[in-house]
């Protein structure tokens, strides 16, 4: 009976330990991708596929970049990885969140909270502060900016090198500080992925070198999970995983 009982308990501990160590290990999955299709009208109506099954896992603190030729899709891919466009098939899951079953409302507070975006351009608003641009995303529920957000917003921008420019507006900074102020705003809420859209591609040189330093100081210190697509191999080359994307899929 003893040893029953003991076998019994012993069982249920197994269980336990597979059940945390499952949710564990999905936790560990930011991001899903699984046959993602998109197709385009022509001119002449005709289908135009760009992405012809595209699958990708992209677990936490990963750095990855997506290369390829102009027009391969890949601005494309990256639009539907952070559900600014959807697929005409395939699924996508964020944090084991189905993107499709979700509503436009949904989708924005995803977008807000989970997701952090970095443009070529850095569309910083011209009237406000430096500071305050670094706010924005975290004014959507509220209106207004809690302590904790402009704590964390001085700190991210003293590690940026910025700390001097807090009450600059975007006209009296130079590029590649404006480049280095849209980075933080994308790191205020404490994004699962951030998606960077050639980062560097509007820089020169000496300050491409400096944003590329940026991401990949971010992503090992902040565990930040980081996709880039990007032409400049540079910048890839300082990332973990390059995926080339051509003629609507990963190639080798």
Same mark, same amino acid.
């Given at each position: 009976?003893?040893?029953?009982?003991?076998?019994?308990?012993?069982?249920?501990?197994?269980?336990?330990?597979?059940?945390?160590?499952?949710?564990?290990?999905?936790?560990?999955?930011?991001?899903?991708?699984?046959?993602?299709?998109?197709?385009?009208?022509?001119?002449?109506?005709?289908?135009?596929?760009?992405?012809?099954?595209?699958?990708?896992?992209?677990?936490?603190?990963?750095?990855?970049?997506?290369?390829?030729?102009?027009?391969?899709?890949?601005?494309? @891919? $990256?639009?539907?990885? &952070?559900?600014?466009?959807?697929? %005409?098939?395939?699924?996508? +899951? #964020?944090? =084991?969140? *189905?993107?499709?079953?979700?509503?436009?409302?949904?989708?924005?507070?995803?977008?807000?909270?989970?997701?952090?975006?970095?443009?070529?351009?850095?569309?910083?608003?011209?009237?406000?502060?430096?500071?305050?641009?670094?706010?924005?995303?975290?004014?959507?529920?509220?209106?207004?900016?809690?302590?904790?957000?402009?704590?964390?917003?001085?700190? @991210? $921008?003293?590690?940026? &090198?910025?700390?001097?420019?807090? %009450?600059?507006?975007?006209? +009296? #900074?130079? =590029?590649? *500080?404006?480049?280095?102020?849209?980075?933080?705003?994308?790191?205020?809420?404490?994004?699962?992925?951030?998606?960077?859209?050639?980062?560097?591609?509007?820089?020169?040189?000496?300050?491409?070198?400096?944003?590329?330093?940026?991401?990949?100081?971010?992503?090992?210190?902040?565990?930040?999970?980081?996709?880039?697509?990007?032409?400049?191999?540079? @910048?890839?080359?300082?990332?973990?995983?390059?995926?080339?994307?051509?003629?609507?899929?990963?190639?080798?």
């Amino acid at each position: 009976m003893v040893f029953l009982l003991l076998e019994v308990f012993l069982f249920s501990q197994l269980a336990q330990y597979r059940s945390v160590w499952r949710m564990a290990t999905n936790k560990d999955v930011v991001l899903k991708l699984e046959e993602i299709h998109k197709q385009y009208e022509s001119a002449d109506r005709s289908p135009v596929e760009v992405l012809k099954g595209v699958s990708l896992t992209v677990k936490r603190g990963d750095s990855i970049a997506i290369v390829g030729p102009s027009g391969c899709g890949k601005s494309t @891919l $990256l639009n539907i990885l &952070g559900s600014l466009d959807s697929p %005409t098939s395939g699924n996508i +899951q #964020l944090d =084991g969140q *189905e993107l499709a079953n979700l509503s436009e409302q949904e989708l924005a507070a995803v977008r807000n909270k989970k997701i952090g975006f970095i443009f070529q351009s850095h569309h910083l608003l011209p009237q406000c502060s430096i500071l305050e641009n670094v706010l924005i995303p975290t004014l959507a529920e509220k209106g207004k900016a809690s302590l904790d957000a402009v704590k964390r917003a001085k700190q @991210l $921008l003293e590690s940026s &090198g910025l700390e001097h420019r807090l %009450t600059h507006r975007p006209f +009296q #900074l130079s =590029g590649g *500080e404006c480049q280095r102020v849209a980075v933080v705003r994308a790191l205020i809420n404490q994004p699962s992925l951030i998606l960077a859209d050639e980062p560097t591609g509007a820089l020169d040189h000496s300050n491409a070198e400096t944003m590329t330093e940026l991401l990949v100081k971010l992503n090992r210190e902040d565990q930040a999970t980081l996709i880039v697509v990007t032409h400049s191999m540079e @910048l890839a080359a300082k990332m973990e995983t390059t995926y080339k994307l051509q003629n609507g899929i990963f190639s080798s």
